[in-house]
Every structure is written in structure tokens, then in C-alpha cells.
């Protein structure tokens, strides 16, 4: 069984983190039945964006990497306190655990971003959100990323993307690393895209 550890932090944006949970709950159910998603946080109810509460399954102080083969981060939003958690030192470090093992890390928007304060896309190619102002893409290269223009990049075992509307996307491409291409386009049919 493949297991993928969802880290969320405060203010997680609902949407993005979906995906993740729908796309390995598709995939147990409907496909190959190999992947199952696992819930993180700094704290056992953790409150998303727009009042969203979730129960995590794991304290992100309980986690060992060794026990997961992949990482998703869903962005969020600075109003709702995002980088409070998604910059703490807890966080980066996991970030940095998974890449040292060479574990798949997948992001959405600004969950990039964290990803890139941790160090780990230091030199390498990365995007995050990009819509109106390039703030955010600045950041990202403020850290040491080779900012691209795409709406997907995949740098060896880091994926990052640029908007909620890839996100189906990036949780596609996480399975079809974690499955295999015909599991993936299999998954995408039967949910309808």
C-alpha cells in the first residue's frame, strides 16, 4: 500500500486539499485499490480556510517520513494564517525529511512555497500562484527556485503548480507517480474529467 501524508496547516485552502483526498480515496476504491491518504496538522483539529475544520490522523510531531512514500501540500490563505504554520520550523523540516528520502512532494499554489523556504528547491524548477501581481512567484524565487511559467512543474520528486485550477492536475500526476499512467487516466474517466 502506498501511503500519502496530507500536511495541512491553518488556513489550508479547501479546494486544493480535495483533490489529494479524493483522487487516493478514488484510486483505494475504483483502482488499484494500492494508495491511501493520511491527515497531518499541528494540532488534531485543524481549521481551513473559510471556517473548514478537519480531524487529522496524525500530529505533525508524530510523523516518521519512512513511513509514507509521498507528501501533498495543499496552499492556503494568508488571511486564514497560512504561512503561520506552513513557515514553522515543524513543517519545513518534514518538507526536508521526504525530499532527503527522495519521496514524492506535491503542492498546490502557494503550498509551494514552503517547500521552497525549506531549502529544497534551491536551483531547481518550480511555479506557484501567479494571478495579477507576481508576488508570490517573487517569493518563490526570493528562496532560490528557477521560477517557470507553467501552470505544472515537476523537478525530480517535486511537484509545485500555480492556481486551485491545477490542482486536479498535480493530484493526478502524484498517482500516476505513486500507480502508473493507464491507473491515472483510469481514475481521471471514471470521476469525469
Same mark, same amino acid.
Given at each position: 500500500?502506498?501511503?500519502?501524508?496530507?500536511?495541512?496547516?491553518k488556513?489550508?485552502?479547501?479546494?486544493?486539499?480535495? +483533490?489529494?483526498?479524493?483522487? /487516493?480515496?478514488?484510486?483505494? #476504491?475504483?483502482? =488499484?485499490?494500492?494508495?491511501?491518504? &493520511?491527515?497531518?496538522?499541528?494540532?488534531?483539529?485543524?481549521?481551513?480556510?473559510?471556517?473548514l475544520?478537519?480531524?487529522?490522523?496524525?500530529?505533525?510531531?508524530?510523523?516518521?517520513?519512512?513511513?509514507?512514500d509521498?507528501?501533498?501540500?495543499?496552499?492556503?490563505?494568508?488571511?486564514?494564517?497560512?504561512?503561520?504554520?506552513?513557515?514553522?520550523?515543524?513543517?519545513?523540516?518534514?518538507?526536508?525529511?521526504?525530499?532527503?528520502?527522495?519521496?514524492?512532494?506535491?503542492?498546490?499554489? +502557494?503550498?509551494?512555497?514552503? /517547500?521552497?523556504?525549506?531549502? #529544497?528547491?534551491? =536551483?531547481?524548477?518550480?511555479?506557484? &500562484?501567479?494571478?495579477?501581481?507576481?508576488?508570490?512567484?517573487?517569493?518563490?524565487?526570493?528562496?532560490?527556485?528557477?521560477?517557470?511559467?507553467?501552470?505544472?512543474?515537476?523537478?525530480?520528486?517535486?511537484?509545485?503548480?500555480?492556481?486551485p485550477?491545477?490542482?486536479?492536475?498535480?493530484?493526478?500526476?502524484?498517482?500516476?507517480?505513486?500507480?502508473?499512467?493507464?491507473?491515472?487516466?483510469?481514475?481521471?474517466?471514471?470521476?469525469?474529467?
Amino acid at each position: 500500500m502506498k501511503k500519502v501524508l496530507l500536511l495541512l496547516a491553518k488556513g489550508f485552502e479547501s479546494f486544493e486539499a480535495s +483533490v489529494f483526498i479524493d483522487v /487516493i480515496g478514488w484510486n483505494l #476504491v475504483d483502482g =488499484d485499490k494500492t494508495t491511501k491518504l &493520511y491527515t497531518c496538522g499541528f494540532t488534531k483539529e485543524v481549521t481551513g480556510s473559510f471556517g473548514l475544520k478537519l480531524h487529522v490522523d496524525y500530529l505533525i510531531n508524530e510523523i516518521d517520513c519512512n513511513d509514507f512514500d509521498a507528501l501533498a501540500i495543499p496552499g492556503g490563505f494568508e488571511e486564514y494564517g497560512f504561512y503561520e504554520e506552513a513557515y514553522h520550523s515543524e513543517f519545513l523540516e518534514l518538507i526536508k525529511q521526504f525530499d532527503q528520502k527522495n519521496k514524492i512532494i506535491a503542492s498546490i499554489c +502557494v503550498g509551494a512555497l514552503p /517547500i521552497a523556504k525549506s531549502g #529544497v528547491l534551491k =536551483d531547481r524548477k518550480a511555479t506557484t &500562484y501567479n494571478h495579477k501581481s507576481s508576488i508570490r512567484q517573487k517569493q518563490l524565487a526570493d528562496f532560490g527556485a528557477n521560477v517557470q511559467k507553467e501552470p505544472i512543474v515537476l523537478d525530480k520528486n517535486i511537484i509545485t503548480s500555480w492556481s486551485p485550477a491545477t490542482a486536479m492536475g498535480v493530484a493526478l500526476l502524484l498517482l500516476k507517480i505513486l500507480t502508473s499512467e493507464k491507473n491515472a487516466n483510469y481514475i481521471k474517466e471514471i470521476m469525469g474529467f
